[in-house]
């Protein structure tokens, strides 16, 4: 029979999506003809059984099922045949498993990635842990939470073994507390810098206005040049207490030289100055 030939010729040349059509077409034509359900069957179940991707292995091994299925339904049942279609199904069988156990591999491997990249993931956060130990600037600050965002974004929580849940969790409170301090750190150090810059301010009004108390005491607009450059730029609410201090200092020094509108004028410039 041509189609025969032609099946078996595309089977030859390993083509055997194109010997697939054909073999289907031809069993579908003689459902009840043994030898052309064997053949048939047995090219479903080999390319099945190749170490190909598991989609067109599952994919042949339930065109081979169809087919046992249609042949059992039309065959001519007799002992011979029955002991043939049994023998069929055992194929099948150890066909499928054969293919679960390469899925459940596949699987294995694909959860131990996922298991290798979560536990990456974990160490990269311990590194950054580290860093945040000593972070006391905004601008590490904000990498490192750009950073620890990133790493979030990459974890696979789902596939978390125990071990990796605990240590997870035990990470995310640490970071919790960690974040917490490295902000009060950032802060304290930013008011810090504001006070001692603050105070380096505040000298150079009292220097400025001890050496050329003149130029201030009898120009109003030099007065609140000084004054809006130097000591009342700045923020009561953050400064120590230290820094109050010595700015009340300065203040006193001043305001004691002025005269009775100049005292007027000065009290007028500390409520107009902006603050930085």
């Known amino acids: 029979m041509e189609e025969i030939i032609l099946f078996k010729g595309l089977i030859t040349q390993n083509k055997f999506w194109d010997a697939h059509t054909v073999g289907k077409n031809l069993f579908c034509k003689f459902p009840d003809n043994q030898d052309i359900f064997d053949d048939y069957f047995g090219f479903c179940c080999t390319v099945a059984s190749y170490p190909i991707e598991t989609e067109t292995r599952s994919f042949f091994l339930k065109e081979a099922e169809v ?22 199904r055992q194929v099948l069988i150890n ?53 620890m965002a990133t790493i979030e974004e990459h974890f696979d929580k789902e596939s978390f073994t125990d071990t990796q849940k605990v240590q997870y969790d035990s990470l995310t409170r640490e970071f919790s507390n960690l974040v917490s301090k490295s902000m009060a750190a950032i802060t304290n150090t930013s008011e810090i810098e504001y006070n001692k810059k603050a105070a380096k301010s505040f000298k150079a009004a009292f220097d400025l206005f001890k050496n050329d108390s003149d130029r201030y005491t009898r120009n109003e607009r030099n007065l609140y040049e000084l004054v809006a450059k130097h000591l009342f730029a700045y923020d009561a609410k953050r400064l120590f207490n230290e820094t109050l201090v010595y700015y009340n200092h300065v203040y006193t020094y001043i305001f004691n030289k002025l005269s009775d509108e100049g005292k007027f004028r000065f009290t007028q410039f500390s409520f107009d100055v902006p603050k930085v």
């Open 67 to 88: 087919a046992l299925s249609i042949f059992s339904e039309r065959a001519k049942m007799s002992i011979d045949i029955l002991k043939f279609i049994e023998k069929k």
């Open 95 to 147: 066909t499928s498993y054969a293919i679960n156990q390469k899925i459940e591999e596949e699987l294995d491997k694909t959860r131990s990635e996922i298991i290798e990249a979560n536990n990456s993931y974990l160490r990269e956060l311990v590194s950054l842990k580290g860093e945040f130990l000593v972070c006391n600037n905004q601008a590490l600050f904000d990498k490192l939470i750009s950073q």
